[in-house]
């Protein structure tokens, strides 16, 4: 997400921090190299000259404060203004209304709305403990409203029932009339999309719209086709006054320019954004946090967060006690790169990390990936118990039979043990220090070899 962007403005940055100080040219100059990172990140020309005027005023109205330098004056101005054309706080979704909240999901077919409003519904459900009803008014995809029913068994929410030959308007009258009957919380209404906006799929959604009033007019819209879902937002937002935006494949989109352009042209929020394919894979849109990111300041708060909803707080405190006692194991091991994968992968995690794009780029370099991961339970998954809990007797012999088990080399398996000595030596050294300590100083030995 915003790769590109991200390392343009990082260069930047760069030449920024090795100079002394700052003169007005030097500012102009920098800014003009935004205004270019902008527009290959496929932002709006529109969005663009409002950004750098924006700036522009900031930085002349800026005190220089002695505590920092001006190149990270400039950078807290940019930081400043992109959080600003982003909506500057978060938006999440409404559901301070008497119930059932009625979410509408419109959009473009293939923009992914049937499978966000499983993620949604899951999300609402597990967090926010919500009562969730789904429905499909999509008539024109073959299976449209079967592959609903699906992923409603997939994240365990209801769907109202099919009958074949029903008009939208019909099938939204009736799943309210379930909802009210039932005593659901939440009803969210997945209309059809079409390959491109026509006449036909507005006036469904308006009548689909006065029948039921939704809560929520949500926008799903796929943020690999730049800046034409812009223009999409615009069409829906002229005829239904949607009340959000939701940006899916942000994880995909290397420029992110749909993102920095949505906001400022249609004056509608972004609420979501799906960043993979998981049912999980979905977040409230945090500008500041992706205003961060894209300085490659990183996002720390959204993987503590992310952490503390993957990790139960009893396992948690039984591998504290583990580490204090020096009782982790290769299985304990095994456990800590399962919730690594949880947490997205060594690339999930790095992405939220300050400097990301350089630590990727290093990744890059070393061919390092998530299979590495894979590979080293595969390893550990080919000791026995004896093994696990006891290291120290894995020999010449022992090594051979698990690389030979687990698909690697001996080698492979060295540097799996090499790890894990180094990871006990310091967890033996900070056996008594506090867990946010312990994290912070242990989470290198943590990666896989070549990272460290």
């Excluded at 029903?166 to 309210?176: F, Q």
């Excluded at 095994?334 to 350089?358: D, E, V, W, Y």
């Amino acid at each position: 997400m915003f790769k590109n962007l991200s390392e343009r403005l990082t260069g930047i940055f760069d030449k920024l921090k090795s100079r002394g100080s700052l003169t007005e040219t030097d500012v102009d100059l920098a800014l003009r190299e935004v205004r270019v990172a902008l527009l290959e990140a496929d932002v709006s020309l529109e969005v663009v000259k409002e950004f750098l005027e924006k700036a522009k005023k900031k930085a002349i109205g800026s005190k220089i404060v002695k505590s920092i330098s001006p190149s990270q004056m400039v950078i807290k101005i940019v930081n400043d203004t992109l959080k600003e054309i982003l909506g500057n706080k978060e938006e999440p979704i409404n559901l301070k209304v008497t119930p059932p909240v009625i979410i509408l999901m419109v959009g473009l077919q293939g923009s992914g709305k049937t499978t966000t409003s499983a993620k949604i519904a899951k999300k609402l459900k597990d967090k926010d403990k919500k009562k969730v009803l789904m429905s499909s008014l999509d008539v024109q995809r073959p299976a449209a409203q079967e592959q609903l029913a699906t992923l409603g068994k997939q994240v365990d929410v209801s769907t109202v029932e099919i009958i074949k030959g029903e008009k939208p308007v019909k099938i939204a009258d009736r799943s309210l009339e379930q909802a009210k009957k039932e005593g659901f919380d939440v009803l969210i209404l997945d209309t059809a999309g079409r390959l491109q906006i026509d006449d036909e799929l507005m006036t469904e959604v308006e009548d689909v719209s006065k029948a039921v009033n939704p809560s929520e007019i949500l926008l799903v819209s796929d943020a690999m086709i730049g800046q034409e879902s812009v223009n999409v937002a615009k069409e829906f937002n002229n005829k239904l006054k949607l009340t959000g935006i939701i940006l899916t494949r942000l994880d995909g989109d290397a420029r992110g320019g749909a993102a920095l352009s949505m906001r400022s042209v249609t004056g509608c929020p972004i609420k979501l954004i799906g960043i993979g394919e998981k049912m999980e894979a979905i977040e409230v849109f945090h500008p500041d946090r992706i205003a961060n990111r894209i300085l490659g300041m990183g996002d720390v708060v959204s993987l503590v967060e992310e952490a503390s909803e993957t990790i139960k707080k009893e396992d948690a405190e039984k591998l504290d006690k583990k580490i204090k006692d020096g009782q982790f194991s290769l299985d304990d091991l095994s456990k800590q790169l399962g919730q690594m994968k949880k947490l997205g992968g060594i690339k999930g995690i790095l992405s939220k990390l300050p400097g990301a794009s350089k630590i990727q780029d290093q990744m890059n370099k070393s061919n390092i990936d998530d299979k590495v991961i894979l590979k080293q339970q595969a390893i550990i998954s080919s000791m026995t118990v004896e093994e696990k809990n006891n290291h120290k007797i894995i020999h010449a012999s022992r090594k051979k039979r698990i690389a030979s088990g687990s698909g690697t080399s001996v080698q492979e398996v060295n540097k799996l043990l090499k790890q894990y000595h180094t990871m006990l030596k310091m967890m033996k050294k900070y056996g008594n220090m506090d867990k946010k300590t312990l994290m912070r100083q242990g989470f290198g030995n943590m990666l896989p070899p070549g990272l460290q």
